[in-house]
């Protein structure tokens, strides 16, 4: 029995010599690898709707270890992203960060519309914001969600100076020796974290952190994601780079 989806291709690497193995998002499934026969070929119809980061509707044939993706329709192209390289840089981190994090056939019913939000700001200009509040919310859905409000550890509200540790979450000025891996949060960094996870999406394009802020949330995020990755990931070291060269939030 065949299957409809709609999803947005996250991974897509060569088979054989004409044949494309892609790993989408699905809205209802999660994550998935397919095989698209012939797809490489210049006038297949999967040729466009099997590029990464499009969004399409996809009829999938169950296999034994893979699936067949048999007919395609595109919902978005994504070309905007894939045309423009600091774009591409951020939108392959967002796809590396979530194929690491997921697991396969995982249904999250939040992801994927996280995704696909994400995406779109990307797509409209202000990735540097969109990358932040992906991965503040990814690690809500995967079950990691940041505690911004008590300390950590002694589980009373913050005062003053406030720390930020890899574990997730805040901790207060007695409770920071107690816990390794901790890094001070100043209040612009901390209200930002909170913006990220709790407003609405659409609502974030109001957000306009300053410089130092956006350093900072870049590199207190990396350690938090850091500790429950179980591999570098590819894109970092490029995207990385182009964060470096000045402000994008
Ligand atoms: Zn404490």
Known sequence: MSWKTEGIVLRVRNLGEADRI??????????????????????????????????????????????????AE???????????????????????????????????GQIFPLLAAT??????????????AFEIRLMRELGYEPELYQCLHCRESLKGSVFFTEQGGTLCEKCVGHVPGSMPLTNGTWELMKRLLEWEFSRLTVLHPAHGNEVELRRV????????????????????????????I
């Open 221 to 248: 995020m990396r350690r938090y994601l850091d500790y429950r990755l179980e591999y570098p990931l590819k894109s970092l070291e490029f995207l990385e780079t182009l964060e470096a060269l000045g402000p994008d």
């Open 74 to 108: 595109i919902i978005h192209s994504g070309q905007i992203i894939r045309d423009d390289l600091e774009k591409f840089a951020y939108a392959s981190y967002v796809t590396e960060l979530l194929d690491s994090m997921t697991a396969e056939e995982d249904p999250s």
């Open 119 to 132: 995406l779109s700001l990307g797509e409209a200009g202000r990735f540097g914001l969109a990358v932040r």
């Open 22 to 71: 892609v790993t989408i998002f699905t809205k209802d499934r999660g994550k998935l690898n397919a095989v698209a026969r012939g797809a490489r070929r210049i006038r297949n119809r999967l040729l466009s709707p099997t590029q990464v980061f499009t969004h399409g509707r996809y009829m999938i044939f169950p296999g034994k270890g893979l699936h067949n993706l048999s007919q």
